[in-house]
């Protein structure tokens, strides 16, 4: 089944599960300032924040393999520029982009596998984003998974239908077909969305997403903050002190 | 094209995230003014759908298939303030969940795909939508939202100093006119598939028009196609676009071309297999 | 003793002019369950719609004495809860407990008290162990229970029920069938299911083409509609 490894890790229980979502968004974007920025001496700040992201993803008891092959994710794209770079005759560039693009995906997924998607998007809710777009943004979390049971067992029924190498010959009618397939999970989706809209009217729905729990910031958190914060970068000025 | 964190300059992801902040805030308002008022639902449910309408492949040639992207489809049936919306929050959670474009890229990624791509995809629509001519323009809406994307996604990257030669740059090119192509067709198919299934859900563009909504949208067509000319290295990288001609199809750059254009296709069937495998495991 | 439910010539057209409910007279009366049963189309669960003003057709409605309209929507629907056929439409929230809490926060209660009472609406159910899950992560019939949960923490007077065995396997009927008889609730059950209908209710109403064709005791309108599923009786057998 589509179960969603990071989420799975997110219903954990961890110190780093525990604090609020507000202060691990401020200490993510600070350390992908702190890393989006740096040039001098990349190769050595890298692996300190390594280091950091390793020993946080223990911490938070994420298995740390699983972890690292998922950031993998953004290495194909690296590696097209870096090959890009190569050509236009400048090969050293493609190892930062690399190192840089990998080092962020992996921060984002910490903060992911820590914090279960409701409880994040509650919490940049009260940093100032759009309520509006983080409840879109809720239910196409909920749904995703709904409407893409629905698009496999499609999929799946196109496929019994005869599927063969043979085919690419029908490929035309083959091409209407799935078109008349999107268009029916269109109208699917389309009729679901009305149907839980009913279901929000008939228990009282008024406009408004109001909140079961709110989230809390404790002085723990703003010690969290504090230190996750001044962790990448205290790492980049002792890494370019060392090199000056 | 989803840029990850670490390929933008600095001063090029900053400067679109403060773009886009107060872009997804207005069109996030006008998304609420416009609909009915089951729109969070819908929007989330129709969100989903362009997520998982990307499991429905599309033949393209032998062995090849191709998916919708989506941007456009949503602009036919929403108006193009909520598709922006739609489109914004799956790029968020593509961040997010899926590490798929990056957190600071993020106002980059928006700009692009969710606020000039979806805009750009409906300027045919919106001028045409309504008249004899209305196929050809939900063809031209589903090509012209990516490749206005595609192209201001690589302007970007040019702007940040990421080194392209000509050779490649003119690969890309082709390949993002080809996607563009295939995303006008998928469009289409969809749009008349469903003109027949739900035609409710079919929008046709009324006579009152928002000049300000079609202003912006051709200023994305012209900027993404300008830029990239600009991008490409300021003027040396458009010396050398000019230079393309064909006096200057030498040895030299036929060589440097074939090149190009094989090692584009090696990574592009590496990517394919990546994808693959990332896929299955995406769904453990 | 007055009537939970008093529907008089309720009419409804669907947007293309189509009749969907011609002349509708329905009553329910307090501690009763109701089976409404007929062919797919005949207008069942358009009628379950408008009874707490999710359709509004001509006619008159009075839901425990009140007459459905706007002004009073929200007493309504505080008073008759609907459970829906398909649960992933009705569990929108992304966990239980929130769902469960979602009606009792629109009625202005605060999170703590919403709180008690969703575990509470859990407990009955014997959802309390799902109470942080995801919806997704739920059988069929956990998802069914849910979105009863859901319904039951606003305390209703009126329970409407539609197609609830739809997606459960045979042991899920038995076992909602018995969750069910448990509830002290008035009942409507819009429901394809004979033998849950002769489980739970007293009476059966038989819907045709927008039209109540019959109504009387659930056996009798069974067997006079032959809406037990009788292989015994059919062809097939020999």
């Not at chain 1, 809720?138 to 043979?166: C, H, K, P, T, W």
């Not at chain 1, 149907?195 to 910031?217: W, Y």
């Not at chain 2, 090849?64 to 929403?78: D, E, I, K, N, P």
Request: a positive charge.
């Amino acid at each position: 089944m589509h179960r969603l490894a990071p989420e799975r890790w997110a219903r954990g229980s961890s110190p780093l599960h525990r604090r609020d979502p507000r202060a691990k968004v401020v200490a993510l974007l600070v350390f992908l300032i702190a890393l989006a920025t740096a040039h001098r001496g990349l190769p050595q700040f890298a692996l300190g924040l390594f280091v950091l992201l390793v020993a946080a993803l223990l911490w938070a008891r994420v298995p740390v393999w699983g972890a690292l092959v998922r950031a993998g994710i953004v290495l194909p794209f690296s590696a097209v520029f870096a090959v890009v770079s190569w050509m236009a005759g400048d090969a050293a560039r493609g190892v930062p982009l690399a190192i840089k693009s990998y080092l962020s995906a992996l921060a984002v997924l910490l903060l992911i596998s820590t914090t279960p998607l409701p409880i994040l998007l509650r919490g940049l809710e009260s940093m100032g984003a759009p309520h509006f777009l983080l409840d879109v943004g809720q239910f196409l979390y909920r749904y995703f998974f709904v409407i893409s049971d629905e698009a496999q067992r499609m999929n799946g029924a196109a496929a019994a239908r005869g599927a063969s190498a043979r085919q690419w010959r029908l490929g035309g009618q083959r091409f209407q077909a799935a078109a008349g397939a999107l268009a029916v999970l269109f109208a699917r989706s389309y009729a679901r969305a009305e149907d839980i809209h009913r279901a929000m009217l008939a228990r009282g729905f008024e406009g408004r997403f109001l909140a079961l729990s709110g989230v809390r910031f404790q002085r723990i958190d703003l010690l969290f903050t504090a230190v996750a914060s001044l962790a990448p970068l205290a790492l980049r000025i002792a890494v370019e002190r060392a090199l000056a | 094209m989803h840029i990850p964190d670490g390929f933008l300059a600095t001063p090029v992801w900053a400067t679109l995230d403060a773009a886009a902040a107060p872009a997804v805030v207005y069109l996030t308002r006008r998304a609420q003014r416009s609909l009915e008022e089951n729109k969070v639902p819908l929007l989330g449910v129709l969100g989903a759908f362009v997520f998982a309408a990307q499991m429905i492949n599309f033949p393209v040639g032998p062995g090849t298939t191709g998916h919708l992207v989506g941007g456009a489809l949503l602009a036919f049936t929403l108006g193009p303030a909520p598709a922006s919306v739609v489109m914004a929050a799956i790029l968020a959670i593509q961040a997010l969940v899926f590490q798929d474009g990056g957190i600071l890229a993020l106002g980059a990624n928006i700009t692009n795909m969710a606020v000039l791509g979806v805009l750009a995809g409906y300027l045919p629509f919106h001028i045409w939508g309504g008249t004899k001519w209305r196929k050809l323009s939900l063809f031209a809406g589903g090509a012209l939202s990516v490749l206005v994307s595609a192209c201001l996604a690589l302007a970007e990257l040019l702007v940040s100093g990421v080194k392209m030669p000509p050779s490649v740059l003119s690969v890309s090119l082709a390949l993002f006119t080809v996607s563009a192509i295939l995303e006008g067709a998928i469009t289409l198919a969809v749009m008349q598939a469903l003109e027949r299934v739900q035609p409710k859900t079919v929008h046709y563009p009324q006579p009152n028009r928002s000049p300000i909504l079609a202003g912006v949208a051709l200023t994305a067509v012209l900027l993404a196609t300008v830029g990239v000319l600009f991008a490409a290295g300021g003027p040396d990288g458009i010396e050398k676009l000019l230079n393309l001609h064909p006096a200057s199809l030498d040895a030299n750059f036929l060589r440097q071309a074939s090149t190009g254009i094989l090692g584009l296709v090696l990574i592009y069937g590496a990517c394919l297999v990546i994808g693959r495998v990332a896929g299955r495991h995406r769904s453990l | 003793m007055s009537p939970l439910i008093e529907v008089r010539g309720l009419q409804y057209r669907y947007e293309d002019g189509t009749a969907a409910l011609n002349g509708i007279d329905f009553r329910l009366n307090p501690g009763e369950s109701v089976a409404l049963l007929g062919p797919n189309g005949s207008g069942k669960t358009t009628f379950a719609l408008h009874l707490n003003g999710l359709l509004r057709g001509e006619g008159s409605i009075q839901i425990c004495g009140l007459t459905v309209e706007k002004q009073n929507l929200p007493a309504i629907r505080r008073k008759l809860g609907i459970v829906f056929q398909d649960s992933d439409s009705q569990l929108f929230m992304p966990t239980v407990v929130e769902d469960v809490a979602f009606g009792l926060l629109n009625l202005g209660m605060d999170s703590a008290a919403a709180l008690v009472k969703a575990r509470a609406a859990l407990e009955t159910v014997g959802m309390s162990a799902a109470e942080s899950k995801a919806p997704y992560h739920l059988s069929a019939g956990e998802k069914k229970r849910v979105a009863i949960a859901g319904v039951l923490a606003m305390e209703p007077e009126i329970l409407v029920l539609d197609e609830p065995t739809t997606f459960l396997d045979p042991p899920g009927h038995i076992s909602l069938a018995e969750l069910l008889s448990q509830l002290p609730q008035a009942k409507i059950l819009v429901t394809h299911d004979s033998r849950l209908a002769a489980a739970l209710c007293n009476r059966a109403v038989f819907f045709e083409r927008g039209q109540i064709a019959a109504e009387g005791p659930v056996e009798t309108i069974i067997a006079r509609f032959g809406w037990d599923v009788a292989w015994e009786r059919s062809k097939l057998r020999s």
